[in-house]
């Protein structure tokens, strides 16, 4: 089956930039979505299609995808961006949906 | 925008049974692919079964395959998900979700949005 492997943790200092990555193999042939989930609260969709951001989501939200590894980059950040960040594919050889490990994102 | 509300979760015994519904708002609920996503207690996301818009696909995880089903009353704007044969494992915070492609896309394609408030299943001896 299809694995996708997030770092359970990062950390990083208000104002600085968040890197989280998202392995996969040949991620970059697919489609990935990135959603938010503060603690108590349902999930919420921070990019879409690799690097696309709904409408709501500060700039400061970015992704890309290339290779083996797809990337959502917090620029800027804030207390409030702590929170859980998940990625998601879809599985097209088994008709599965996929999602990350998760990783806790921490402001320092 | 749509909102989705969950509802069913409780407490059951294994092997028991138990049908969560989840109802949205508007015709964009009708005309979308809707998926179930669990997550267990301090645990990461977990995806459970998608039923496409009219019905006619139905994909499940290796997890709950033949043990969960999906159906859909377009009438009611309700979406249900249907698990029998509950095992301790199962006890978890479901969530219902719309997926968005942008257009026509093949079921179970595009990004979740929006996702309902969740509801808590307990399977416990």
């Known amino acids: 089956s299809y694995v996708l492997t997030q770092p359970p943790s990062v950390s990083v200092a208000p104002g600085q930039t968040a890197t989280i990555t998202c392995g996969g193999n040949k991620i970059g042939t697919k489609d990935v979505h990135w959603y938010q989930q503060r603690p108590g609260q349902a999930p919420v969709l921070v990019v879409y299609?690799?690097?696309s951001r709904p409408s709501g989501i500060p700039e400061r939200f970015s992704g890309s995808n290339s290779a083996n590894a797809a990337t959502l980059t917090v620029r800027r950040v804030e207390a409030g961006d702590e929170a859980d960040y998940f990625c998601h594919v879809w599985d097209s050889s088994r008709d599965k949906v996929v999602f990350g490990g998760g990783t806790k994102l921490t402001v320092l | 925008q749509v909102q989705l509300v969950e509802s069913g979760g409780g407490v059951v015994q294994p092997g028991g049974s138990l049908r969560l519904s989840c109802v949205g708002s508007?015709?964009?609920?009708?005309?979308?692919?809707l998926h179930w996503v669990r997550q267990a207690p301090g645990k990461g996301l977990e995806w459970v079964a998608v039923i496409s818009k009219d019905e006619t696909k139905h994909f499940f995880s290796d997890s709950v395959k033949g043990r969960f089903t999906t159906s859909r009353d377009n009438s009611k704007n309700t979406v249900y998900l249907q698990m029998d044969s509950l095992r301790l494992g199962d006890t978890a915070t479901y969530y219902c979700?719309?997926?968005?492609?942008?257009?026509?896309?093949?079921?179970?394609?595009?990004?979740?949005?929006?996702w309902g408030q969740g509801t808590l299943v307990t399977v416990s001896s």
């Open positions: 979700a719309i997926s968005d492609c942008g257009g026509d896309c093949y079921t179970g394609r595009g990004w979740f949005d929006p």
């Open positions: 299609d690799d690097a």
């Open positions: 508007g015709s964009i609920f009708r005309g979308s692919d």
